[in-house]
């Protein structure tokens, strides 16, 4: 799973250093628009549904923290 | 509400001692970590005004180099005091870019994050500050805001204390700004769309407040900031309210006090658009159109029903004060119901642009219609149609300038950074119905050393996030790229 999500991060933003990064939300690295693509990647990818509420900082702020909500939405449905 | 020019308002200043005299110690600005009132916002731009006239003995504009803060907006009104006009200057764009922008900009000064303190703490000085003041003209440059150019090269556009006047004076009575109302703003400070929401607050009383730029991806953490601080009217970009309904933002919550909405900055798209209307019933939506050229804005168009998904939405007509026409390819009238470029006289129309007299000419023109005096009009390259009721509508551009996250984006700038980062070919692309920017070219170096050196010259926005390296891009029988080759590839 790391893996894949990695891959569609990376495709989106090939400069940033995903395994390393802690603040790619509240340090302003992602744009809006990276969020919608990162989301509708996600989304099909996992086939999940990624809500508002999940859409904080805490969650997408680093690799290990999307693959956590991944995991969880997943673990869901 | 009085108009400024019964109100004898000259310039920013004379607006600022109004609404600091009227609204006293109501919140002006605030932002995450705290808030401002009229009558400070009043003193410490003094203060910022007299620092500037003691240790700024050059000319031209003063370069404001700060984060996005309520000190920012004051430091802006400082300079002005100080007889200077005030030029934004990002941080968060790449060095290269910003040095362009100095070097066309020379500024007498730049501020920077370091001297708040000590500026902040000047003693004011009245008669410094009088002395400055009787030399202000309300048709003097106020500000210089970046914008990108053809080539590689941003253009700066001066815009004087009269038509920023006019233009909020405008904005704020179609919208039906009054001081009961909290606005909340979105865009960068260094962004036109920011004149909305510097001196809304000065002309009405309404607090502003300064929603951090991460909030835009947090459906949730925005709406709940909205709906603490009552925030009822919104001026943001087209692309923010579309970014917010494809993060589905309403699933859960609301904007509950939310009720003056005005988007700009590109075409809207209907089905956006229908489902906000949906969502909050009871709120007027406005369509603005216009560049900064034009003093952010030229046309409005209040929506007076419920949209359509397909629906096309007019651009519609003037603000107060704005003459809209249509000039043909071949400088003649254009007749109802037929195609011109969007040209654009009046109050609203700046100074040009800054240490730019070729550029400057080549936009800002006499117009061509007007034989019997020098009308000065600024041709916008956007190409418009009037209906049968007179709203006007958008049709596209003359060149290859596309609007991408509320942003001008000339495609071949973006050419113009390959090119610089070793790409002797490639071809820069716009997906409107997707909002994403491509990017082919040819050569060995790889997509991903490619992203990274359009990064240190590019700001973020404009960075393509769809890059593909070809063996050979598609040519027409001329030689020239073959664009309607590589569309259907990104469909």
Redesign the interface.
């Known amino acids: 799973m790391r893996e894949k999500i990695l891959e569609i991060l990376t495709e989106?933003?090939?400069?940033i250093d995903f395994e390393n990064e802690t603040e790619l939300?509240?340090g302003?690295i992602?744009?809006?628009?990276?969020?919608?693509?990162i989301?509708?990647e996600l989304d099909d990818e996992f086939d999940i549904e990624i809500?508002?509420?999940d859409?904080?900082?805490e969650n997408?702020n680093s690799l290990d923290a999307l693959e956590e909500l991944i995991e969880r939405l997943s673990g869901e449905g | 509400m009085q108009s400024f020019k019964s109100k004898n308002i000259k310039n920013v200043l004379d607006l600022l001692e109004d609404a600091a005299g009227k609204y006293t110690v109501k919140t002006a600005y605030s932002d995450q970590e705290r808030s401002i009132s009229f009558e400070e916002v009043l003193l410490k731009a003094r203060a910022v005004g007299t620092y500037l006239i003691k240790h700024n003995t050059g000319e031209g504009p003063v370069a404001v180099m700060l984060k996005r803060s309520v000190d920012t907006i004051v430091v802006f009104l400082g300079v002005v005091y100080s007889g200077h006009a005030y030029a934004p200057v990002g941080l968060d764009i790449p060095d290269e870019r910003r040095e362009k922008i100095l070097k066309r900009l020379q500024p007498s000064f730049i501020i920077n994050e370091a001297m708040l303190p000590g500026i902040f703490n000047e003693r004011i000085d009245r008669t410094l500050l009088d002395e400055k003041r009787k030399d202000i003209l309300m048709t003097d440059p106020l500000y210089v805001i970046f914008t990108s150019g053809s080539g590689g090269d941003p253009k700066g556009v001066i815009t004087s204390h009269l038509s920023l006047l006019n233009y909020i004076e405008g904005y704020t009575g179609v919208m039906g700004i009054d001081s009961g109302d909290v606005m909340a703003a979105q865009s960068p400070l260094d962004y036109i769309a920011a004149i909305r929401d510097i001196y809304v607050p000065l002309f009405t009383g309404v607090e502003d407040v300064l929603v951090p730029k991460e909030f835009f991806m947090q459906p949730d953490v925005l709406f709940d900031l909205l709906n603490e601080r009552r925030v009822s009217c919104v001026g943001w970009s087209t692309s923010a309210i579309s970014i917010l309904t494809k993060l589905k933002a309403f699933k859960d919550k609301k904007p509950e006090f939310l009720r003056k909405i005005c988007f700009s900055g590109s075409v809207m798209n209907g089905a956006v658009l229908r489902q906000w209307q949906e969502e909050l019933p009871d709120a007027v939506f406005v369509n603005q159109y216009g560049p900064t050229e034009t003093t952010a804005s030229c046309t409005y168009y209040k929506i007076d029903h419920p949209v359509e998904e397909d629906e096309i939405i007019p651009i519609g007509i003037p603000y107060p004060d704005y003459r809209v026409f249509l000039i043909s390819e071949d400088d003649a009238p254009v007749k109802q119901g037929e195609e011109g470029e969007i040209a654009v006289a009046g109050a609203g129309v700046t100074l040009g642009y800054i240490n730019d007299p070729e550029r400057t000419a080549a936009a800002f023109t006499c117009n061509p219609l007007e034989k019997a005096f020098y009308e000065r009009i600024y041709r916008t390259g956007d190409i418009g149609v009037f209906r049968e009721d007179g709203l006007l509508m958008f049709h596209g551009r003359k060149d290859r300038q596309i609007k991408h996250m509320g942003h001008r984006v000339e495609l071949d700038e973006i050419e113009s950074a390959a090119a610089a980062s070793g790409i002797e070919r490639s071809a820069a692309l716009y997906d409107a119905d997707r909002e994403n920017l491509w990017l082919f070219y040819e050569g060995e170096i790889d997509t991903r050393t490619l992203a990274l050196s359009l990064r240190e010259k590019l700001p973020g926005f404009m960075v393509p996030r769809k890059i593909k390296n070809m063996d050979a891009l598609p040519l027409l029988p001329n030689g020239k790229t073959d664009f309607n080759t590589l569309k259907s590839m990104i469909h």
């Open positions: 989106v933003r090939p400069d939300v509240s302003n992602l744009e809006s628009f990276d969020i919608v693509q989301v509708a809500s508002p509420k859409l904080t900082a997408f």
